[in-house]
């Protein structure tokens, strides 16, 4: 029983960070269509920037956080004008090679600065054990769970309730209808980034601070993946389930199955669904009216 | 309020759809825009309206001026927010929104923080709409779907407000319903409205202004009374010859030729 809190408490932690990172990833593929394959990058660079500030800059991490964001939402912004701009307009195929040869840039420009072995990150929030019903845990790994959720919940809201958010789902649905009311979609696009940079680099950086930072934080994106999938490529509460879903399921099978079975499993649930769920759990069909 | 003057509308650099149309559009008026398929009428509305541009068109000469102001090839956000809303054709409501996220996405360019009270009054329009605020738009019927896309356009609160063919793939009785409260937006709120439509008699008879449309320009102007008496328009557009008589091809002939002069 302890075995399966401790399991559940972990799962948690990779869950909601993952579901950060897929939120922008959605975001993006729902308001244009393209799929992001920078999206891990993104996470990475997050993650380096915390360090800078906080580990090399030593400013507080209240700081650094907010100059993480900052810097996140000004890279989402570049990226949409110089990289993606440009390619409006062109096959979505080619776009989205244009994100493939994004996240090498990305990662090359990385390690460029901050070279390519692993760093022990600063951590700004202490590990010290809990108890929680008999399970230990990290206290990082239990602020990871409740910064990711309140994020998520602030993001939901936005999306539902704001008018910011609802021209979003409106470029989404019909950009040229979109555009007859006056919603600006090269904005909507920028907003679209510069959210999925943000919420990326906050993955990152409480991913960083409980494993350390180094080029291999970037694998976080692939394992995205299973979790939009799952989810439904264009749903934002897809994304958030799909990654508690998966990041619960790696750490079950981790710890119930064996080590190494838990890196696959994720992409085996992937294949079953595809096969009885397309669309994946959330997913929007298309609405036809007969 | 709006006036055309002799614009030309350029499609992919090549292909010429607008030559030299001209129009006015009267302050507080409905304005009906006639014409058959492919005259133009909804490319005139999108040179307006500025969407154009993301379909490669563009306003190559001529001006358009609303209040005073040249809008040719200015952004689609920058005219809505001067006053004009372009209905599109075919409804165009966000499928996956519901009824209400979609009101409030019309009222995207307001200023005010609290839309609440316009989405009421759209609802004293429409009061079917209300009973639908949380369904998501794309399982609305047709009809539905028009009250809401001119509810959104409501929720922008225009001075002028352009409606393309409001009447397309809708039931006889649904139209009467959403011409009638095209006429009383007009009437209670003072909105300049703009009409297109194939269906010349439904716009004859709401309209105070009339101007036909044949191969991007306009080939007649006037008052509906005016133009039901024309025996070009009674022929084209209103489907009435002399009672009783088949038409001949010699008649069909005559029909072609009469449309080349038109133009």
């Known amino acids: 029983m302890d075995l399966f809190i401790q399991l559940t408490l972990t799962g948690l932690t990779s869950g909601a960070i993952l579901a950060l990172a897929a ?17 891990g990058e993104f996470l990475l660079i997050g993650a380096y920037v915390t360090y800078a500030m906080v580990g090399q800059l030593g400013l507080h991490w209240t700081i650094g956080m907010a100059l993480t964001v900052l810097v996140s939402v000004g890279l989402g912004v570049l990226v949409e004008r ?46 010290t054990p809990v108890k929680i019903l008999g399970a230990t845990i990290g206290q990082d790994r239990l602020w990871a769970i409740v910064v990711a959720f309140v994020l998520l919940g602030a993001f939901t809201f936005f999306f539902r309730r704001s008018r910011e958010g609802i021209a979003m789902r409106a ?38 601070n409980i494993v350390g930072v180094g080029p291999e934080l970037s694998h976080f994106g692939l394992r995205v993946f299973p979790v939009v999938i799952l989810g439904g490529l264009d749903s934002i509460p897809g994304a958030i389930i799909g990654g508690l879903i998966i990041g619960l399921l790696e750490q079950y099978t981790g710890g119930y199955l064996g080590n190494g079975l838990n890196q696959v499993l994720p992409f085996v649930a992937l294949i079953v669904i595809l096969m009885i769920r397309p669309t994946g759990l959330f997913g929007q069909e298309r609405i036809e009216r007969v | 309020m709006l006036t055309i003057n002799n614009i030309e509308v350029i499609y992919s650099d090549v292909i010429l759809v607008l030559k030299g149309m001209s129009m006015r559009v009267p302050q507080g008026k409905i304005t009906a825009l006639l014409g058959s398929n492919g005259a133009g009428k909804t490319t005139t509305l999108k040179a307006i309206s500025g969407l154009l541009k993301p379909e490669d068109g563009e306003v190559t000469d001529g001006a358009i001026e609303f209040m005073g102001k040249p809008i040719q090839n200015q952004d689609a956000a920058d005219i809505v927010r001067q006053g004009i809303f372009q209905v599109m054709e075919g409804r165009r409501v966000f499928v996956h929104l519901t009824v209400e996220e979609n009101l409030v996405a019309g009222g995207y360019t307001r200023k005010e923080l609290n839309l609440s009270r316009d989405i009421e009054k759209v609802y004293e329009y429409f009061p079917r709409l209300k009973e639908r605020r949380n369904q998501t738009a794309g399982h609305l019927s047709g009809g539905e779907q028009q009250m809401l896309a001119i509810g959104r356009a409501l929720m922008a609160k ?24 095209i006429k009383r937006i007009n009437e209670e709120s003072g909105t300049t409205i703009l009409l297109v439509e194939q269906n010349a008699n439904l716009a004859l008879g709401i309209a105070d202004e009339v101007y036909i449309m044949e191969n991007g320009r306009i080939v007649l ?43």
């Open chain 1, 82 to 127: 110089l990289v993606l701009r440009p390619m409006i307009g062109e096959p979505i195929i080619s776009v989205i090679m244009v994100t493939i040869g994004l996240s090498s840039l990305l990662k090359a420009i990385a390690s460029m600065i901050w070279g390519n072995t692993p760093q022990a990150f600063p951590p700004f929030i202490p590990s």
């Open chain 1, 171 to 208: 470029v989404a649905d019909d950009q040229q209808a979109a555009l007859s009311m006056g919603i600006s979609v090269k904005k909507i696009f920028a907003w679209a980034w510069s959210i999925a940079a943000a919420t990326a680099a906050i993955g990152g950086a409480l991913v960083a």
């Open chain 2, 158 to 181: 225009p001075n002028l407000m352009m409606l393309d063919e409001p009447s397309l793939g809708l039931a006889p009785l649904l139209v009467r319903e959403i011409f009638h409260i």
């Open chain 2, 221 to 263: 102007e006037g008052r509906p009374e005016d133009l039901r008496e024309n025996a070009d328009v009674r022929e084209f557009y209103l489907g009435l010859t002399e009672v009783g008589q088949r038409k001949s091809y010699r008649e069909v002939k005559h029909y072609k030729r009469r449309k080349r002069w038109l133009s």
């Open chain 1, 23 to 39: 939120l922008g990833f959605v975001l993006i593929y729902k308001s244009s269509d393209v799929i992001n394959f920078a999206q």
